[in-house]
């Protein structure tokens, strides 16, 4: 099981990031994603979450409204776009697929079985 996240980088304040996570090794479509993220001294935080099938999603109150969550089923992929960037969205990003027994989106670290390595967004003011 591989989940590789991409897309991160400097920007700032007001400008836009779209993270990718290309997933191999499991039956992708079979799982549901999810986008968390850990800041300097700070706890990891769930981001986003989206069903199996990419019929439903869901956003801490944060990025609601500036973040959508999405997937390419034939692509193995998962993205995060990140719209209206703040400095408070500092953070290493990192990808997850959750446990193929659930029935809802996860929206809880351990709810989620595979992780990828991260990719860090720097949003300076």
């Known amino acids: 099981v591989q989940l590789q996240a991409s897309g991160g980088g400097l920007v700032q304040a007001g400008d836009s990031l779209r993270l990718s996570c290309a997933a191999s090794?499991?039956?992708?479509?079979?799982?549901?994603m999810g986008w968390f993220r850990q800041a300097p001294g700070k706890e990891r935080e769930f981001v986003a979450a989206?069903?199996?099938?990419?019929?439903?999603?869901s956003y801490v109150d944060s990025v609601k409204g500036r973040f959508t969550i999405s997937r390419d089923n034939a692509r193995n992929t998962v993205y995060l776009q990140m719209n209206s960037l703040k400095p408070e969205d500092t953070a290493v990003y990192y990808c997850?697929?959750?446990?193929?027994?659930?029935?809802?989106?996860?929206?809880?670290?351990?709810?989620?079985?595979?992780w990828g390595q991260g990719t860090l967004v720097t949003v300076s003011s």
């Open positions: 090794g499991f039956a992708f479509s079979r799982f549901g």
């Open positions: 989206i069903s199996r099938s990419g019929g439903s999603t």
């Open positions: 997850a697929a959750d446990s193929p027994r659930l029935m809802s989106i996860a929206i809880t670290a351990d709810e989620y079985d595979y």
